[in-house]
């Protein structure tokens, strides 16, 4: 089975309601489970960074759709490769709150307190979703 991990990141539009996380997420877990999708999605209040791994044609659909949502503009693929296993198959879409610990990881990693995913290239922002992902699993553990 041909896998691919694809990581963009994209800006809020006017459009977009903080709710819409929630409703965002219901779908996306909703959807990823049919295809077997799966990811990590963050937030930092203008921008989104994701991650989607699955089949080539699934994540290629997925994409297709997400990226024409009226929620959010100029999405940019950092990252698209093939992969022999994936790195963030816990959740169908996971989801680390806008916390402080966020914050911190988006600082950790760019230095900056103007977190600005359009400038991460493949690595950074791998690396970046990897620590997020683990965050994630010590809050579940907690
Ligand atoms: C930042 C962002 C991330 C999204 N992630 C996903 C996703 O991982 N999977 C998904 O199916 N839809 C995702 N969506 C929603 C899609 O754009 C679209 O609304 C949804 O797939 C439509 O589903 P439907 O065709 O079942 O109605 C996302 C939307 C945004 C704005």
């Known amino acids: 089975m041909d896998l691919v991990r694809l990581i963009y990141t994209s800006t809020i539009t006017e459009q977009f309601d903080i709710e819409d996380i929630a409703r965002i997420l219901k779908v996306a877990r909703l959807n990823n ?16 960074l994701q991650c989607l791994e699955g089949t080539r044609q699934n994540v290629n659909q997925i994409y297709h759709k997400i990226a024409t949502d009226p929620r959010h ?3 940019e693929i950092i990252a698209y490769q093939a992969i022999s296993k994936r790195e963030f198959d816990s959740w169908n879409m ?8 966020l914050r911190e990881l988006f600082y950790q990693h760019t ?3 103007n977190f600005d995913p359009y400038k991460m290239n493949e690595e950074s922002a791998k690396s970046l979703l990897l620590d997020i992902r683990d965050e994630i699993k010590r809050a579940e553990a907690q």
């Open 33 to 48: 489970k049919t295809l077997n999708v799966t990811g990590l999605l963050s937030f930092n209040r203008q921008f989104f």
């Open 73 to 75: 503009k100029r999405p």
């Open 94 to 101: 996971g989801y680390l709150q806008n916390t402080e610990s």
């Open 111 to 113: 230095r900056s307190i």
